[in-house]
T-cell receptor, first 111, second 115 residues
Framework: DAKTTQPPSMDCAEGRAANLPCNHSTISGNEYVYWYRQIHSQGPQYIIHGLKNNETNEMASLIITEDRKSSTLILPHATLRDTAVYYCIFGGGAGSYQLTFGKGTKLSVIP | DAGITQSPRHKVTETGTPVTLRCHQTENHRYMYWYRQDPGHGLRLIHYSYGVKDTDKGEVSDGYSVSRSKTEDFLLTLESATSSQTSVYFC??????????????FGEGSRLTVL
C-alpha cells in the first residue's frame, strides 16, 4: 500500500497556482520527498525532490513542513498541459533502492 | 529525454505462453526497474536491478523473473502469462538508487494483453 496520502482529484483554473498537498507522516529522517507526474498514458516524469528545505526549479516549487510529515507541490501558473496525475512519494534513503508510487492526484486545469 | 527504449510497445498473447519485455538504455545508469500500472493500483514495482547480474524483488514479483547481463539491458520475463498480468509495464532507470539522486527516468511503456 502507498505510504503517502493525496487527494484523488483537484481542479485548477488556467493561469492560477496549483497547490497539491501530500501527507507522508511515516517518512524517515534520511528519506527524500519526490514528485512525479504522468500525462495520459505516458511514462511518469520527474518534477522535483527535497529533503528538508524548500526547493524550486523551472517546473515547480516544493514546500516541506518543518516536521517533514507533509509537503505541497506548487505549479505557479498552471496551463492546460499541466493536466496530469501527480504522484508524491518518498524514499531513497541509504540502502534503499525502491520508490513506491501511490495512486496520486488527478489535476485538471480548466480553461 | 533519457535514452530508454522498451520493446515491444504492444503485445497480445495467450494464457500460458512465455513473454519477454526488453528495456534498453543508452545512459549507462546503474539502476533499472520494472513497474506495472493497473487502474486503481497506480504504479507497482515488480523487480529492480542495482548492477549487472544484481537484481531483487519488488512488491509484486510473483510470476515474473528478470535478468540483467549487460548494463544497458534489463529483461522482464513472464514464464507462463496469465490474464492477471494484462497491464502496462514501465521500465525506469536511475543514476543512483537513493540518497537524493534517485530521480527515475521512465520509458514509454509496454502494453501487454493476455487473452
Amino acid at each position: 500500500d502507498a505510504k503517502t496520502t493525496q487527494p484523488p482529484s483537484m481542479d485548477c483554473a488556467e493561469g492560477r497556482a496549483a497547490n497539491l498537498p501530500c501527507n507522508h507522516s511515516t517518512i524517515s529522517g534520511n528519506e527524500y520527498v519526490y514528485w512525479y507526474r504522468q500525462i495520459h498514458s505516458q511514462g511518469p516524469q520527474y518534477i522535483i525532490h527535497g529533503l528538508k528545505n524548500n526547493e524550486t526549479n523551472e517546473m515547480a516549487s516544493l514546500i516541506i513542513t518543518e516536521d517533514r510529515k507533509s509537503s505541497t507541490l506548487i505549479l505557479p501558473h498552471a496551463t492546460l498541459r499541466d493536466t496530469a496525475v501527480y504522484y508524491c512519494i518518498f524514499g531513497g534513503g541509504a540502502g534503499s533502492y525502491q520508490l513506491t508510487f501511490g495512486k496520486g492526484t488527478k489535476l485538471s486545469v480548466i480553461p | 529525454d533519457a535514452g530508454i527504449t522498451q520493446s515491444p510497445r504492444h503485445k497480445v498473447t495467450e494464457t500460458g505462453t512465455p513473454v519477454t519485455l526488453r528495456c534498453h538504455q543508452t545512459e549507462n545508469h546503474r539502476y533499472m526497474y520494472w513497474y506495472r500500472q493497473d487502474p486503481g493500483h497506480g504504479l507497482r514495482l515488480i523487480h529492480y536491478s542495482y548492477g549487472v547480474k544484481d537484481t531483487d524483488k519488488g512488491e509484486v514479483s510473483d510470476g515474473y523473473s528478470v535478468s540483467r547481463s549487460k548494463t544497458e539491458d534489463f529483461l522482464l520475463t513472464l514464464e507462463s502469462a496469465t490474464s492477471s498480468q494484462t497491464s502496462v509495464y514501465f521500465c525506469a532507470i536511475s543514476l543512483a538508487g537513493g540518497g537524493g539522486t534517485g530521480e527515475l527516468f521512465f520509458g514509454e511503456g509496454s502494453r501487454l494483453t493476455v487473452l
